[in-house]
C-alpha cells in the first residue's frame, strides 16, 4: 500500500497531524497496534479529558531545549482547539488552574478528531504491528522514500510521522517502539523517566503516612527552585495527588521535598503565639483542628502535645509543631514508575527536530509528534496542548 503520509500512533498527535495533512490533501493512513484509537484520551482525566488549559505558556513544559515548544504552541493555540471543539458544541467545564474537562466523557474528545479524519478521507487502521523500518536510498517502482513491514502486509510512503507516545501506562500498550526508530535513524534520544507520577515512600515513613491513606489537604511543595500549591492525597504506598504528581517532574532520586502543610498561613509561629496570649486556655488541637484533619494532626504533632492548652507550650514546642506542619520534609524512595505515570520525561532530543516542522534535520521526511519528543507539560491538560499543536505543525508539511 502506498500513501503519501504514513503515521504510527492512533493517539492525540497523530490524528491531529493526519487531520492537517488530508486538508493539504495528502493520502494520509494512521496505524496503530491498540484496538481502538485514542486509548489515552478515552481514560485521562478520569475519564472526562482535560484537553487543554486556558493558561497554556512554554515555561509549563520541561524539555533540554526549553524553546523548542514555542513555536508550535504559539501557531496552534488552546483557543484553537478549542475553536474545534466548539464547532461539534462539545460541553466542557473549567475545573480548576485553568483546566478544562468535558462535560461527559473523554470519548466525545476522540469521536471529535475520528469525524474530522472521515471528513478529510483519513484511512484509519488498527491492530497493525510494526516490524521494520527502512528509508529507501533511492525512490522505488512504488515511488516512496519509506518502506515500512506490518503484519499485513508492506508500506509505502513519502513522509513517516511517529507518534507512537511514550512508555507511560503499559498496560494500555504503551511501549518504546518510537524511541527504538529514532535510533535507528541515528537520532538521539534523551533518558525517559516517569513524570507527573505519584511517590512511594519505604520503613517508618511508609508505616507512619500510610495510616492517613486517603486524607487530601491543600499543600505548597518544594523541590530545589520549583514549588506547586495544590492538593496532596496520601495513599498506602505514599505520597499522590495533583501537588506531588506536578512536582514529580522536578525531583530526582535522593532528593528531598519540602512540604507546607498550611500554605495560606504566613507563620503558624506567630499564630500560635498570638492565641497563647490571648486564649491561652484552648487545646492546641481545638485551634488547629480549624486548619488540618485531626488524624493528620495526630501523626505529625502527636495526640499528647495536642491535648495541651496553648498557655503551656514552650516556645521549643511552638517551634517544632511549626517545623513538623509549615516545613515537613520527606525524602521518598521512589515513584510509581511507569505504571502509573501520566507521561513519560525525556525521548527524542529536540536539537535533532525542526521545532517549525518537526521534522528530522537528518532524515528527510521522518517526523517526531507528541510525547514521545523531549517535551513534557505540566498536569493539567498540557500535555494534550503540546500533542494537538505538534501534531497540527508537523500536518502543515509532512
Not at 230 to 243: C, D, K
Amino acid at each position: 500500500m502506498k500513501v503519501d503520509v504514513l503515521i504510527i500512533g492512533a493517539g492525540a498527535s497523530g490524528l491531529m497531524c493526519a487531520i492537517e495533512a488530508a486538508k493539504r490533501g495528502r493520502k494520509v493512513l494512521v496505524i496503530d497496534h491498540a484496538s481502538k484509537a485514542g486509548k489515552k484520551i478515552l481514560m485521562s482525566g478520569g475519564g472526562r479529558c482535560n484537553f487543554t488549559n486556558y493558561y497554556v505558556e512554554p515555561a509549563r513544559f520541561l524539555s533540554h531545549n526549553p524553546h523548542f515548544c514555542k513555536s508550535a504552541l504559539k501557531r496552534y493555540t488552546q483557543s484553537d482547539f478549542i475553536a474545534l471543539v466548539d464547532q461539534y458544541h462539545l460541553q466542557y467545564h473549567e475545573k480548576t488552574l485553568g483546566q478544562l474537562f468535558c462535560d461527559g466523557k473523554s470519548h466525545e474528545v476522540v469521536d471529535i478528531l475520528l469525524n474530522e479524519c472521515r471528513k478529510y478521507e483519513v484511512e484509519l487502521k488498527l491492530n497493525i504491528r510494526v516490524s521494520s523500518f527502512v528509508k529507501l536510498d533511492q525512490k522505488g517502482a512504488e515511488a516512496a522514500e519509506f518502506a515500512i513491514k506490518a503484519n499485513d502486509g508492506d508500506y509505502y510512503a513519502e513522509s513517516l510521522v511517529i507518534a507512537t507516545g511514550g512508555l507511560s501506562i503499559p498496560t494500555m500498550g504503551a511501549t518504546g517502539l518510537g524511541y527504538e526508530i529514532a535510533r535507528q535513524f541515528g537520532l538521539k534520544v534523551l533518558p525517559t523517566s516517569a513524570a507527573l507520577v505519584p511517590f512511594v515512600l519505604s520503613g517508618q515513613d511508609k508505616l507512619k503516612y500510610a495510616e492517613l491513606s486517603a486524607i487530601s489537604v491543600l499543600v505548597e511543595v518544594s523541590c530545589k527552585t520549583q514549588s506547586f500549591r495544590e492538593n496532596l492525597l496520601f495513599t498506602h504506598r505514599g505520597l499522590s495527588g495533583p501537588a506531588m504528581l506536578q512536582i514529580s517532574s522536578y525531583w530526582q532520586l535522593g532528593e528531598v521535598l519540602s512540604i507546607n502543610l498550611l500554605p495560606g498561613m504566613d507563620s503558624l509561629i506567630t499564630l500560635l503565639q498570638t492565641h497563647k496570649s490571648k486564649q491561652g486556655g484552648i487545646l492546641l488541637k481545638t485551634l488547629l483542628e480549624i486548619y488540618l484533619p485531626k488524624r493528620l494532626l495526630a501523626t505529625f504533632i502527636g495526640e499528647t502535645l495536642l491535648q495541651k492548652k496553648l498557655a503551656e507550650l514552650l516556645t521549643k514546642e511552638i517551634e517544632s509543631i511549626s517545623q513538623a506542619l509549615q516545613s515537613w520534609q520527606i525524602k521518598p524512595c521512589g515513584t510509581e514508575g511507569y505504571r502509573t505515570a501520566e507521561v513519560t520525561k525525556g525521548g527524542v532530543s529536540c536539537d535533532e527536530l525542526s521545532s517549525k516542522r518537526l521534522e528530522s534535520y537528518k532524515v528527510q521526511g521522518l517526523y517526531f509528534v507528541g510525547e514521545v519528543v523531549d517535551v513534557t507539560g505540566w498536569l493539567g491538560g498540557y500535555n494534550f496542548q503540546w500533542a494537538w499543536a505538534s501534531g497540527w505543525a508537523a500536518g502543515q508539511f509532512v
